[in-house]
């Protein structure tokens, strides 16, 4: 079970110092919130707020694509499983042969040819082309008021220290308060259980973050930037990770330089929450990015797929 369905199912406290996720319930208007009970922030490191909010009917249990203003699929891209939502005036967006499933759209939902829609489009305005199939529409969603999940986060005091791991060596870090954190090529992080507080992470193409000797949930709390070019892995029944990125820099997830290097490059698989940064998933060929992922505008890359992580 991944790190936000234990948020969104369960609301179990799970972060260690500074951090607390409320339950929502299943249907109907609901906001829960909880403050965190950590010691005070860093002028640079906090507090930060994260909301998340789905149609009324829904959960924040439910989507695995979670746009707070649009989510954009690209041609020949698949939603292999979980439902899309939009919740803004960008609203969805396909390409040419994309496949989803089932699509809530606030905006108007533009579909261009030969989009294949398996479950229901929720959405007052819809553009279509030809060749779209469409399993079932809505046209009357009720967007209003949105279920809603809120917690805040706050860095702990002290004076962060930089790590950074050279081209084909290894470190392991311990959970806590870090500055600068980067991987270079090669190079592999390994993170314990617990919660980490970095101002920067910097995961270079062909390097590798690794939770699998983890026997608990791994947050990795980032306030600033994020470059996230390697492979995260490791990932498991016991070892689950959310990254939460609080920078306002668009994001790119993936390590695409495999298929011109050679190897493997291995899709992210866990959860990723950007509160105010644009977060694209990019194609791998070693198979679908597996999680949640929320953020003001999500987009899958062309060819990309993504499946739902419960």
Known sequence: ????????????TLFAVGSVAGAVGCSGAASETDEATGTQAQDLSGPFTVTLAVPDPLSPKVPVLEGSNGVTVNSN??????????????GFAAGTGAVVNDVWSRGTAHLSSSVHVRGTLHASSTVTMLGDVIQATDTNPPFDPPTTLTWT????????????????QSETLAPGLYGT???????????????????TLSVSPRATVNVGQATGPVIVYVSTSATLGGSFTGVSATADLLVGYFGTAAITVGDSSCTILGGTCLPFVGSIVAPSATVTLLALSAGPHSGFFAAPQLVLAANAKVQYRG
């Not at 079970?1 to 179990?12: D, E, K, N």
């Open 77 to 90: 891209s698949t939603v292999l499983s979980g439902t899309v939502v939009a919740m803004g005036a960008s």
């Open 181 to 199: 954190v980067s991987v270079g090529s090669n190079g592999t992080l390994n993170l314990a259980a617990g919660t980490y507080y970095l101002t």
């Open 1 to 12: 079970m991944t790190i936000a369905s234990r948020m969104l199912w369960t609301g179990l």
């Open 153 to 168: 986060v706050t860095y702990p005091t002290g004076t962060p220290a930089n790590v950074s791991v050279p081209q084909n």
